[in-house]
């Protein structure tokens, strides 16, 4: 079966310093997989895709099939990234979402 | 241009009545999928529209059920609730099946 793994729900991280959020994936395909962010009383929203390789608000993510990782990095965070952050693996015609996890900067 | 749009917002229902959520997807849009969200279980898929036609189904119980018109608005409807359905109901709307928009949300309490 599909899933999205998420293993940390909080992480906490100072202003400036790296941000590496995991998300480890299982699918036996070839794998469509996003990152979601839900600020705080925004609603859900797309960050970036794989297929695209796009940067967003300073944010990459790096699809390596071989470990079936897709973890979204940033090398200086800061305040405004605190949110709540989706990964998200796309088949057949419906996104199945990791549990998420809550990331925290710190001042 | 207007982005998906959820209504109502909040409601308050009994257990065992039923409920209709709707949702009206960016204009050109014509998938349209719901979820559930819950600080337990997180985000989970209930159902996608293509063209008024149900193409996938997520593993929740008959209760849950859903339409799409020919205008690719879609409802929802939870019928006999139960306290466990007190959730966030999402949802999304796409033009080509991967980049889903998702509206604010319907906050559904059971009491």
């Known amino acids: 079966a599909q899933r999205v793994t998420q293993p940390e729900k909080l992480l906490s991280v100072f202003k400036g310093a790296p941000v590496e959020l995991k998300c480890n994936y299982s699918y036996s395909g070839s794998p469509e997989l996003f990152w979601y962010v839900q600020y705080s009383r925004q609603r859900l929203q797309l960050l970036l895709r794989?297929?695209s390789r796009e940067s967003i608000k300073g944010f990459t993510a790096d699809l390596n099939k071989g470990e079936t990782s897709f973890h979204l990095k940033k090398p200086f965070a800061q305040e405004e990234d605190s949110a709540m952050y989706y990964c998200a693996l796309w088949r057949d015609d419906k996104i199945i979402f990791g549990k998420g996890t809550r990331l925290h900067i710190l001042p | 241009k207007a982005g998906v749009t959820q209504t109502p917002r909040y409601l308050i229902k009994t257990r065992g009545q039923q409920v209709t959520l709707s949702c009206s997807p960016i204009s050109g849009h014509r998938s349209v999928s719901w979820y559930q969200q819950t600080p337990g279980q997180g985000l989970q898929f209930l159902f996608e529209y293509f063209s008024e036609t149900q193409r996938n189904k997520g593993n929740f119980p008959g209760r849950f059920s859903g339409r799409q018109f020919s205008n690719s608005r879609s409802e929802m409807n939870v019928s006999t609730l139960e306290l466990g359905d007190s959730a966030l109901y999402l949802c999304?709307?796409?033009?080509?099946?991967?980049?889903?928009?998702f509206g604010s949300g319907t906050r559904l309490t059971v009491v």
């Open positions: 999304a709307s796409s033009l080509d099946l991967r980049g889903y928009t």
């Open positions: 794989h297929i």
